[in-house]
T-cell receptor, first 113, second 112 residues
Framework: DGGITQSPKYLFRKEGQNVTLSCEQN?????MYWYRQDPGQGLRLIYY???????QKGDIAEGYSVSREKKESFPLTVTSAQKNPTAFYLC????????????FGPGTRLTVT | QKEVEQNSGPLSVPEGAIASLNCTYS??????FFWYRQYSGKSPELIMF????GDKEDGRFTAQLNKASQYVSLLIRDSQPSDSATYLC????????????FGAGTRLAVHP
């Protein structure tokens, strides 16, 4: 089955620890995105990547880092510098042809205490 | 700051009625418009997209676009309790790089 997978579904960490969220897609999509969703708010773009080995900061990149070494994978690291990391993190992808149609993975709910 | 605005709701409609969800956007250059459905605790699912002024129908869903008024709407006919969810409106950022700008969503509640 084609799709986007994110793991884990739930993640708990102590303050001060870095944590990496996984995102993998087998849709052969070129572009991948990371969003953050907080209760009552829309999706906010953290980072995005149009091609392998290239990525751009979104609207709220501070405290986050990404890599894009493979077309299928776009992991997100939430660093200890992120002031309010507890949130629902969503990964999405889109093809070059229909680049605005983004499809989402199931999400990772991160809780930092 | 480019924005997409939606009434947060909840919009409550009886089963079988038409639910009307609205969205306005500030980026005059936007050309692509999307509606996502998000069930509680789940990720958004793309249900409709529209690129041209006018109406686009897909089953019980109709998307309507008026670029001059910078207004997009989603009509759900014969609403079912399973349609109860938050509906997110998204538009492309005309500044490029294949970015979407999302609204905060409208919560729809369909009661039997």
């Amino acid at each position: 089955d084609g799709g986007i997978t994110q793991s884990p579904k739930y993640l708990f960490r102590k303050e001060g620890q870095n944590v990496t969220l996984s995102c993998e897609q087998n849709l052969n999509h070129d572009a991948m995105y990371w969003y953050r969703q907080d209760p009552g708010q829309g999706l906010r773009l953290i980072y995005y990547s149009q091609i392998v080995n290239d990525f751009q900061k979104g609207d709220i990149a501070e405290g986050y880092s990404v890599s894009r070494e493979k077309k299928e994978s776009f992991p997100l690291t939430v660093t200890s510098a992120q002031k309010n990391p507890t949130a629902f993190y969503l990964c999405a992808s889109s093809s070059a042809g229909n680049s605005y149609e983004q499809y989402f993975g199931p999400g990772t709910r991160l809780t930092v205490t | 700051q480019k924005e997409v605005e939606q009434n947060s709701g909840p919009l409550s409609v009886p089963e079988g009625a038409i639910a009307s969800l609205n969205c306005t956007y500030s980026d005059r250059g936007s050309q692509s418009f999307f509606w996502y459905r998000q069930y509680s605790g789940k990720s958004p699912e793309l249900i409709m997209f529209i690129y041209s002024n006018g109406d686009k129908e897909d089953g019980r869903f109709t998307a309507q676009l008026n670029k001059a008024s910078q207004y997009v709407s989603l009509l759900i006919r014969d609403s079912q309790p399973s349609d109860s969810a938050t509906y997110l409106c998204a538009v492309n950022d005309s500044g490029g790089y294949n970015k979407l700008i999302f609204g905060a969503g409208t919560r729809l509640a369909v009661h039997p």
